[in-house]
């Protein structure tokens, strides 16, 4: 796909939506189901959108048909990161506690963080497609 990169990216800001939108929750519990519903859809497409992206990434890696390597890494990265976040984020709900202005500070700083990681990921993979923007940036040189 041409276009992996923005569609990686943009899988982070809907994850990012999807999050807050959660934790919104707190301020409007009678919307809650509705709320919760949205959320979960956005989620299922930010998975489907970073899942599609993934193998692209992988792929640009692949030297000497290592492919299943450089997957078995990548899943076993996306593994960690993610046991080291649920546990980062249970030991921030111990000083949270029941206070939403502190989760909504928390979520927006992590929130933040995680598309600057995003942004420099999608910088440093290098891709050997030549999309309509790299076409264009090629052509004004």
Same mark, same amino acid.
């Given at each position: ?19 807050g939108l ?7 519990? =009678? ?45 076993? =990265? ?9 546990? !980062?984020?249970?030991?921030a709900c !111990? ?17 933040w ?6 942004? =420099? ?6 891709l ?7 076409? =264009? ?5």
């Amino acid at each position: 796909d041409i276009h992996s990169k923005t569609w990686y990216f943009m899988s982070f800001a809907l994850l990012s939506t999807a999050t807050g939108l959660e934790i919104a929750t707190i301020l409007y519990p =009678q919307w809650f189901l509705v709320m919760g519903s949205c959320a979960n859809m956005i989620k299922g497409l930010s998975w489907m959108a970073g899942g599609s992206t993934r193998s692209v990434f992988n792929l640009s890696f692949v030297r000497d048909n290592n492919i299943a390597d450089i997957t078995a890494k990548n899943t076993s =990265q996306y593994i960690f990161a993610s046991l080291f976040g649920t546990a !980062a984020g249970v030991s921030a709900c !111990a000083y949270i506690g029941q206070s939403a202005p502190l989760a909504m500070l928390c979520f927006s700083a992590l929130a933040w963080t995680s598309m600057c990681s995003a942004y =420099q990921t999608v910088k440093s993979i290098p891709l050997p497609t030549l999309n309509s923007t790299r076409l =264009q940036l090629l052509s004004a040189r």
